[in-house]
């Protein structure tokens, strides 16, 4: 059985930097594309950042520059930097594959942006 485990997050003032990562307890990988996904209080989950299996990244426009995907299929974990973050991009962050199965969602990690 899969899971995947998403860490990093925590509270940091606008402006500022936070790294997450999700890390697979089986060898996903290398076959799907991994997406970072968002979920904000009264609003529905969204996509953020996906990246294919041959490293190929897209955004959302909301985080478009400020956000990065990487992955590293040896240790069988998605990163998510986050550079520049405003109090909208609050919220509960989820790795998952894209599209996402609902196997695979796990806990989320909280972000906060607040001074």
């Known amino acids: 059985q899969v899971q995947l485990v998403e860490s990093g997050g925590g509270l940091v003032q606008p402006g500022g930097s936070l790294r997450l990562s999700c890390a697979a307890s089986?060898?996903?990988?290398?076959?799907?594309?991994m997406g970072w996904y968002r979920q904000a209080p009264g609003k529905q989950r969204e996509l953020v950042a996906a990246?294919?299996?041959?490293?190929?990244?897209n955004y959302a426009d909301s985080v478009k520059g400020r956000f990065t995907i990487s992955r590293d299929n040896a240790k069988n974990t998605v990163y998510l930097q986050m550079n520049s973050l405003k109090p909208e991009d609050s919220a509960v962050y989820y790795c998952?594959?894209?599209?996402?199965?609902?196997?695979?969602w796990g806990q989320g990690t909280q972000v906060t942006v607040s001074s």
């Open positions: 998952n594959t894209d599209p996402w199965l609902y196997r695979y």
């Open positions: 089986g060898s996903i990988f290398s076959i799907y594309a």
């Open positions: 990246i294919t299996s041959g490293g190929s990244t």
